[in-house]
């Protein structure tokens, strides 16, 4: 499977996806398509934890003052189901490869396996 999770308005998320070549891959824009449980399931198997797809840049979370509390794993995934914006973006999976979010190691990585 090659899909990305994305935010189509977002501009990193823009930049990043012109920088790849994204021939055979499935977009999501999660913001019109949220992520269903299924998928992020998925993702958590390939990741390792729901924790490594949720975003603490999010402006909901620190609105919600989660910094400050204890977050187990099922809060994690319920806050990502909740709203697009706690999944960290993008989300770049190629077969049993999974790339999170954009700093530039990591989609250095991920452009040496797509590209």
């Keep these: 499977m090659k899909k990305i999770y994305h935010l189509s308005t977002?501009?990193?998320n823009q930049r990043i996806l012109k920088e790849l070549s994204l021939e055979g891959?499935?977009?999501q824009d999660i913001k019109n398509?949220?992520?269903t449980e299924e998928q992020l399931d998925g993702l958590k198997t390939l990741a390792g934890s729901y924790e490594?797809?949720?975003s603490k840049r999010a402006q909901l979370y620190k609105q919600k003052g989660l910094k400050d509390k204890a977050l187990?794993?099922?809060?994690?995934?319920?806050?990502?189901l909740e709203h697009y914006t706690f999944?960290?973006?993008p989300?770049?999976?190629v077969g049993s490869k999974i790339?999170?979010?954009?700093s530039k190691k990591v989609i250095e990585q991920a452009k040496e396996v797509i590209n």
Excluded: A, H, Q, Y
């Design 99 to 102: 790339f999170i979010g954009n």
């Design 52 to 54: 490594v797809l949720f």
């Design 72 to 80: 187990t794993e099922n809060d994690f995934k319920n806050l990502i």
């Design 91 to 93: 989300v770049i999976v």
């Design 33 to 35: 398509t949220p992520i």
């Design 87 to 89: 999944l960290k973006r």
């Design 10 to 12: 977002c501009s990193t």
């Design 25 to 27: 891959f499935v977009l």
